[in-house]
């Protein structure tokens, strides 16, 4: 069955930088793309970014971009989020979500980790 | 900038019917925003719902369902039950790899 396993996510000091990790297994990594989504305590979901299946394509939301990368290793079957110039507003949890093949729309999601930018 | 609309709250009794909408402030929702919906309790990852406008998840159950109505999707619940007391969130596409996430709806079972 598909798993997502988030990690990496700690307390920073706002203008820090953070990696987080997401490991996949269940399914063939290199043939989906993939999400990050975050939720600050107590909002709601919002998209951060995409890669495509080859890692060629990336898509950020206008707030984190030039400030977080979105990667992955397919050898590793293994998707990253490098943050960096972090803000208290990135504050959240970061979920990785397995992306649709017919439309690459959020389908399985990881559980989920914690970041918390510190002012 | 385009955003995605949806009710903040909802109340239903138990066996009733709901329906949430996923809307834009600037135009109409088609099939081509691929929309999906979510269903969040507290404290736990979301779990997919519908995708693709009104494909069920594999294992959700057939009181929920998926359609276009009007100018806005919607996910429509059918004989609501206790357990469905959560946070609704749908997702649409924009275009050029860019998704927005609307607000979300709370649902009260009551």
């Known amino acids: 069955q598909v798993q997502l396993v988030e990690s990496g996510g700690g307390v920073v000091q706002s203008g820090g930088s953070l990696r987080l990790s997401c490991a996949a297994s269940?399914?063939?990594?290199?043939?989906?793309?993939m999400h990050w989504v975050r939720q600050a305590p107590g909002k709601g979901l919002e998209w951060v970014a995409f890669?495509?299946?080859?890692?060629?394509?990336?898509y950020y939301t206008d707030s984190v971009q030039g400030r977080f990368t979105i990667s992955r290793d397919n050898s590793k079957s293994t998707l990253y989020l490098q943050m960096s110039a972090l803000r208290p507003d990135d504050t959240a949890v970061y979920y990785c979500?397995?992306?649709?093949?017919?439309?690459?729309?959020?389908?399985?999601w990881g559980q989920g980790s914690l970041v918390t930018v510190s002012s | 900038q385009t955003v995605v609309t949806q009710e903040p709250s909802f109340s239903v009794s138990p066996g009733g019917t709901v329906t949430f909408t996923c809307g834009l402030t600037?135009?109409?929702?088609?099939?081509?925003?691929?929309p999906s919906w979510y269903q969040q309790t507290p404290g736990q990852a979301p779990r997919t719902l519908i995708y693709?406008?009104?494909t069920r998840s594999s294992g959700v159950p057939d009181r929920f369902s998926g359609s276009i109505l009007g100018n806005k999707a919607a996910l429509i619940i059918t004989g609501a039950q206790a357990d469905d007391e959560s946070d609704y969130y749908c997702?649409?596409?924009?275009?050029?790899?860019?998704?927005?996430f609307g607000g979300g709806t709370k649902l009260t079972v009551l």
């Open positions: 269940g399914f063939t990594f290199s043939n989906f793309g």
């Open positions: 890669i495509r299946y080859d890692g060629n394509k990336k």
């Open positions: 997702v649409l596409y924009m275009g050029s790899g860019i998704w927005v």
């Open positions: 979500a397995k992306g649709r093949a017919e439309s690459n729309s959020p389908g399985y």
């Open positions: 600037s135009g109409s929702v088609s099939t081509s925003y691929y």
């Open positions: 693709s406008t009104n």
